[in-house]
């Protein structure tokens, strides 16, 4: 198990921006693929991006364009820029683990989840 952490959410006009962060613990989380998922009120758990150990991203097509996924292996965290927000965004954001070399848009597929942070769009 990987200890993860999201921080960074808040409440923001719709057209602007926000950084999430997902801190781990652990020298093996380099290795993982990380994923960005988000859920709403009602609604199942979506993907939105991934990134592999390698580099190599992802997205969803409802945020390509406008969300950026991207880690820092030195100091164990992901990111994912969100720009041009929409009150469509408007859910819990989940970072997501797995050591399989796989980025699925599956949540399932993950093993190591954070305890999510709001984002919320308004218009």
């Known amino acids: 198990q990987v200890p993860m952490v999201e921080s960074g959410g808040g409440l923001v006009q719709a057209g602007g921006s926000l950084r999430l962060s997902c801190a781990a613990s652990?020298?093996?989380?380099?290795?993982?693929?990380v994923g960005w998922f988000r859920q709403a009120p009602g609604k199942e758990r979506e993907f939105v991006a991934a990134?592999?150990?390698?580099?190599?991203?992802y997205y969803a097509d409802s945020v390509k364009g406008r969300f950026t996924i991207s880690r820092d292996n030195a100091k164990n965290t992901v990111y994912l820029q969100m720009n041009n927000l929409k009150p469509e965004d408007t859910a819990v954001y989940y970072c997501?683990?797995?050591?399989?070399?796989?980025?699925?848009?599956?949540?399932?597929?993950?093993?190591?989840w954070g305890q999510g942070t709001q984002v919320t769009v308004s218009s």
């Open positions: 997501a683990g797995d050591p399989k070399y796989v980025a699925s848009v599956v949540p399932d597929d993950y093993r190591n």
């Open positions: 652990g020298r093996t989380f380099s290795s993982y693929t």
């Open positions: 990134i592999k150990s390698g580099g190599s991203t």
